[in-house]
């Protein structure tokens, strides 16, 4: 009984557990699908990323990856901006 009353207790932050995870799994695919790999990016605990472009992402391709990643179901929201620095490329 008592593990049946600490299941239910648990389960709701279980499910919630691995939002970031899941964020940031859908990021990388986009990421390395549309060859973006010069930028750093990060999910917190609801899901939603935040991407710091380098300089040698072209316009173009931030707002590719910005609507891709926009219709990703494992991504809550998008925060974004182009930083005046080099990042070595996604791994």
Not at 1 to 21: E, H, I, Q, R, T
Not at 25 to 45: I, M, Q
């Amino acid at each position: 009984m008592k593990s049946l009353v600490a299941l239910l207790l648990f389960a709701p932050a279980l499910a919630w557990a691995n939002l970031a995870g899941n964020a940031e799994h859908a990021a990388e695919r986009v990421l390395l699908e549309e060859n973006v790999l010069t930028v750093y990016f990060t999910a917190n605990d609801q899901g939603r990323l935040t991407l710091l472009f380098s300089r040698q992402v072209a316009d173009w391709q931030i707002d590719v990856v910005r609507k891709r990643l926009e219709q990703e179901p494992a991504i809550k929201g998008v925060t974004h901006t182009r930083v005046d620095a080099d990042y070595c490329p996604i791994r």
